[in-house]
Every structure is written in structure tokens, then in C-alpha cells.
């Protein structure tokens, strides 16, 4: 990451920028830029304020129209707000990017560019490194031009990052090959950390596969820990770990492999999902996956899409799943009058109640669990150990029938 991150000792402030359109009315673009201003916070970007605007699509040129980029430049240009970056909710085209660059005198960032930055300051590991070094080359790549003008203005700071000896056109093409030679070696690298990867997942036999998989701060991490009594990283954070962490979990003498996951999120970036592809192999290669959900979060059920719409790109093949509504201890709602006879609402409805809504069609394959306040994890538990099971006697039906006819075998 040393070609592109540039990082600043002092917390940024920055204004978020979204757009109210016939896909997404006002209650969701509050929805996602409450989303984006957690993931500035993650970055340790501070947002200050938040403008929205009514567009049947972005405009092509500033994304916002011209009214709106005005306002947005009064505010950034008042000193007393201190204003060094503008983020928007949506990915910028090149030349929407440049544009606004041009037109603001602050840094531009969208949110795909703000998950790859989060991405890279927390990746630990060689592997994940590389990953995320892939996903902002093919990133900056159509951008580059952009990105010229923008370093430009900072060819005598201290901070690190790439360095331009020109803006012309001949460095440009030179510098794109220099970009597109690393790509191509980046990929190469992947390629090898794949194999191995690969090597690894066949070393360890036919014991079962659980992945836990689910949006990003729901607790997935934190439920590892409690399964498999190891120390994986957890923080109230977005991406709080990118390296995926398998451990061995023992239930009633019947041992799996468990695996925790990098979270998805609203947009995804496709540079990312492309460059975690041996990471998303444990996903793809699992045989019974664990959807974690965080109930407590006001927009759950579109978590769940997301997160099962994501699983579909990544894998056609149909799996067992489990999902598990953590974070009970966080539910809250608004209590009744006895007498209230208006039908349940997001607003009004209780736990008991909610439970009773579409979840109640999922039977015995959901739970719901606190694995911060260790909440109902032997119902899980119970759970899992049924459901693996299955898998293990399907897989070795001999061996279960020896186990279960052992006395009368061997008497």
C-alpha cells in the first residue's frame, strides 16, 4: 500500500453526500449514510454534516447538480468548519471525480474508495495485504489520471505516496504500465496464495465446514471466540479483521473446522470481491454456513439480503444455514398498551412478536443467542452439533453405523 496510502496524524473532518432517488427513497439514504459515517469513523474520518438531494440518477458530471455542489462548496470553503474532504455514498466515475476535485479544492473520496482505505489499514497479513494492494490498483487504474492531479498539488509534502516527475501524457501512459505490470505480478501472487490456500483447505481431510458469514459488525468474531475458546480480534468496528481464521470446535466428540470471515456490506466493491477470492473459497468450499445477524440493527432484514445476495455471486451451489439473531440483549422497542390493536410495526412490535413474523418459517434452522452476554450459545451449540452431524453421517455413513451398533458389534 506504500504506492498509494497517504495517512495524516490529525482526524480528518469530512461532509457526507447522498443522493434521494426512485431506488432509494429519504428513510434509506438516512439508512446508508448513517452506514457511511460509521465507516468514516472506522477510517478515523469525522463527519461534520451530511447533504442529500433529490435526483431520478446522478448527474453525470458532478454527481450532485449544480445548486447542490454550490452549497456544498460554501460550506467546505468556510474556514470555521475545517473541512478537508467530502465523501460520497456511491462510487464516482473518473470524471465525476475529477470534476468535483476541480470544483471543491478539498479531497474527494466515494465509498468504495473509503472500504478500500478502511481495508488496507487493517490488513495484517501478507495475504490480505496483497489482496487489498490488487483491489486499489484495478481501483485507481481508470482513475489514474485523477490521481496525477491530485498528488501534483502535494509533490512537496512530507507525507508518503506516489510521486510524479510530470502531468504529461507520456508519464501518464508510463506510469499505466508501471501500474498494469503490477497488477499482473499482484495476480500471480494471488495465484500462488491460492494454491497454497488450496493445499491447506485438502490437508485437513474430511472433517465437516462451518463458515460463519454475515454483514460486517454483527459479532461473528466474538462468536468464534465463545465456540472455539480462542482470541480472535473483535472490535465495535466495521472490517475489524480481513484474514479469515479457522479453528477446530469440538461438540460432544464430534470435532468441525470453523471459520470466521471477512463481513460484507451495502456495495461491496467488485475490485475487492475479485481480489478475496481465496479468502471467499472458505465460503464457497463450506458445508454448512452460519449467518450471523445483528436483530438489534434497524435494518436487519435488508442485512440479510445483502448478505444472501452476496453468498449468491460468490456461490451457485445451494447450502445448509443456519441463521442466528445475535445481539438480543441490544433489541428494543416501543411497549404496547393492552388495548393497542394496531398490527405490529418495526416502531412497536416486541421480541416475542418478532419472532413470530417470517422467522417463525425457518423452524428449528435459526436461533437466537447474545454471545456477548453468552445469551442461549448452548441452544446454538445444540444446534450446530445436529446439523454437523448430519453432514458427518452422509459423508461417512459406515463409520456412524459402527458408532452407533459399537456394543452389539463388538460384545
Request: aromatic share 8%; charged share 30%.
Amino acid at each position: 500500500m506504500k504506492d498509494f496510502i497517504i495517512t495524516d496524524t490529525e482526524t480528518e473532518r469530512a461532509v457526507l453526500v447522498g443522493l434521494i432517488t426512485p431506488a432509494q427513497n429519504e428513510a434509506k439514504i438516512n439508512e446508508y449514510l448513517d452506514e457511511l459515517d460509521f465507516l468514516a469513523a472506522t477510517a478515523g474520518i469525522m463527519a461534520v454534516k451530511r447533504f442529500t438531494q433529490r435526483l431520478d440518477m446522478p448527474h453525470s458530471v458532478t454527481f450532485v447538480g449544480s445548486g447542490k455542489l454550490q452549497e456544498i462548496k460554501t460550506f467546505t470553503e468556510d474556514e470555521e468548519n475545517e473541512i478537508g474532504m467530502v465523501i460520497f455514498d456511491d462510487e464516482l466515475s473518473p470524471k465525476q471525480l475529477r470534476n468535483l476535485e476541480a470544483a471543491l479544492k478539498v479531497k474527494i473520496m466515494d465509498r468504495t474508495s473509503l472500504i478500500l482505505d478502511i481495508f488496507a489499514g487493517r490488513a495484517q497479513t501478507a495475504h490480505a495485504k496483497t489482496q487489498v494492494e490488487l483491489a486499489q490498483y484495478n481501483y485507481m487504474l481508470p482513475r489514474l489520471k485523477r490521481l496525477w492531479t491530485h498528488l501534483e498539488r502535494q509533490s512537496g509534502s512530507g507525507s508518503g505516496g506516489l510521486r510524479m516527475r510530470g502531468p504529461g501524457e507520456t508519464q501518464l501512459e508510463t506510469d499505466r504500465r508501471i501500474i498494469l505490470t503490477k497488477i499482473a505480478k499482484l495476480k500471480e501472487d494471488l495465484k500462488e496464495i491460492d494454491r497454497q490456500k488450496s493445499n491447506q483447505r485438502q490437508n485437513r481431510g474430511k472433517m465437516v465446514r462451518v463458515a460463519l458469514v454475515g454483514y460486517t459488525n454483527v459479532g461473528k468474531s466474538t462468536l468464534m471466540n465463545l465456540l472455539s475458546k480462542s482470541e480472535v480480534f473483535a472490535e465495535n468496528k466495521l472490517f475489524a479483521t480481513l484474514d479469515t481464521t479457522v479453528r477446530k470446535v469440538t461438540i460432544d466428540n464430534l470435532a468441525f473446522l470453523l471459520t470466521d470471515t471477512v463481513g460484507f456490506i451495502r456495495k461491496l466493491p467488485t475490485e475487492l470481491i475479485e481480489s478475496f477470492k481465496s479468502t471467499l473459497d472458505e465460503v464457497r468450499e463450506a458445508d454448512l454456513l452460519v449467518h450471523v445477524v445483528d436483530i438489534s440493527h434497524p435494518a436487519f432484514e435488508e442485512q440479510i439480503e445483502v448478505v444472501a445476495q452476496t453468498l449468491n455471486d460468490i456461490t451457485k451451489e445451494e447450502k445448509p444455514v443456519i441463521i442466528v439473531f445475535n445481539k438480543i440483549d441490544s433489541f428494543s422497542y416501543i411497549e404496547k398498551e393492552s388495548d393497542d390493536l394496531t398490527p405490529p410495526t418495526k416502531e412497536n412490535i416486541s421480541f416475542e412478536e418478532l419472532k413470530q413474523t417470517w422467522m417463525h418459517k425457518l423452524h428449528e434452522n435459526c436461533v437466537f443467542i447474545s454471545a456477548k452476554n453468552k445469551q442461549n450459545i448452548e441452544e446454538l451449540r445444540t444446534l450446530l452439533y445436529r446439523k454437523a452431524k448430519e453432514i458427518h453421517v452422509q459423508r461417512f455413513p459406515y463409520n456412524d453405523f459402527l458408532y452407533q451398533n459399537y456394543e452389539e458389534i463388538f460384545d
